[in-house]
């Protein structure tokens, strides 16, 4: 396999620079770019295997960018990671609704952003090892996890899934009945020691939630056991 592609978008030059520099000594093919209107031109004919995108760009910002490449075929599933100064939940929410795989705020160490870098590499890797290996429908009364497709269905309908919201759910599902702790989805799911931030796992439970419960705030799929963390129920086994 060659290099991997990383385009970085910031409109601060030395950081643009320091990340560029960074990540090309990592082995990294490294695609720097001041704005989001250049980013979208340079993908047209450039391939790109992780975005790392500033929010606060001129411009179109951060989350125009990732709504604008998330519409593309190409990029529906690239990996994302957001930087910025901004540390708001509402920042957070918004990101991971987009389908951002990550999120870091500045300032950072390169130590912290390599880290993150390489989970969410890690992280595609073993969930396509595991379409390869458990090419399977997960099926739970009204819900249908179709793992080789990549698709969830509820009631026959299609649900749009982020890749990240699609992992945990069929995580959940494929060890139905076993609580685990937000410390161990994050170990599992993000691969690394998220510095605390627990928070990202109740984001994608509640967006999950909300995308495939009937009353997500009286969940049937993925029940909170308090005290100890999430776990995945069939409800059709309880009738």
């Given amino acids: 396999m060659g290099k991997r592609k990383v385009m970085v978008i910031d409109d601060q030059p030395e950081i643009l620079e320091l990340i560029s520099f960074t990540l090309e000594k990592e082995g990294y093919d490294v695609i720097p770019v001041e704005d989001a209107e250049k980013a979208l031109e340079e993908i047209k004919d450039k391939d790109v295997d992780m975005f790392l995108v500033d929010i606060m760009l001129p411009g179109m910002d951060g989350f125009e960018f990732v709504r604008n490449i998330r519409s593309q075929e190409k990029h529906k599933f690239t990996p994302v990671i957001f930087l910025s100064a901004k540390g708001e939940?509402?920042?957070?929410?918004?990101?991971?609704?987009?389908?951002?795989?990550?999120?870091?705020?500045?300032?950072?160490?390169?130590?912290?952003?390599?880290?993150?870098?390489?989970?969410?590499?890690?992280?595609?890797?073993?969930?396509?090892?595991?379409?390869?290996?458990?090419?399977?429908?997960?099926?739970?009364?009204?819900?249908?996890?179709?793992?080789?497709?990549?698709?969830?269905?509820?009631?026959?309908?299609?649900?749009?899934?982020?890749?990240?919201?699609?992992?945990?759910?069929?995580?959940?599902?494929?060890?139905?009945?076993?609580?685990?702790?937000?410390?161990?989805?994050?170990?599992?799911?993000?691969?690394?020691?998220?510095?605390?931030?627990?928070?990202?796992?109740?984001?994608?439970?509640?967006?999950?939630r909300t995308k495939i419960e009937e009353d997500p705030s009286n969940p049937k799929y993925i029940v909170t056991v308090r005290g100890k963390g999430y776990k995945f129920r069939d409800p059709g086994k309880e009738e």
């Fill in 89 to 208: 939940e509402f920042d957070k929410v918004l990101g991971l609704e987009l389908g951002a795989d990550d999120y870091i705020t500045k300032p950072f160490s390169i130590r912290e952003l390599l880290a993150r870098i390489k989970a969410v590499f890690r992280r595609m890797q073993l969930s396509t090892q595991v379409k390869e290996e458990k090419p399977k429908k997960i099926v739970a009364k009204d819900l249908e996890i179709d793992v080789d497709k990549y698709e969830v269905k509820i009631k026959g309908k299609k649900v749009n899934l982020t890749p990240l919201e699609f992992d945990l759910l069929r995580f959940l599902a494929e060890n139905e009945g076993k609580v685990f702790s937000r410390n161990v989805l994050l170990d599992k799911l993000w691969g690394y020691d998220y510095f605390g931030d627990t928070r990202t796992v109740d984001v994608h439970i509640r967006r999950l």
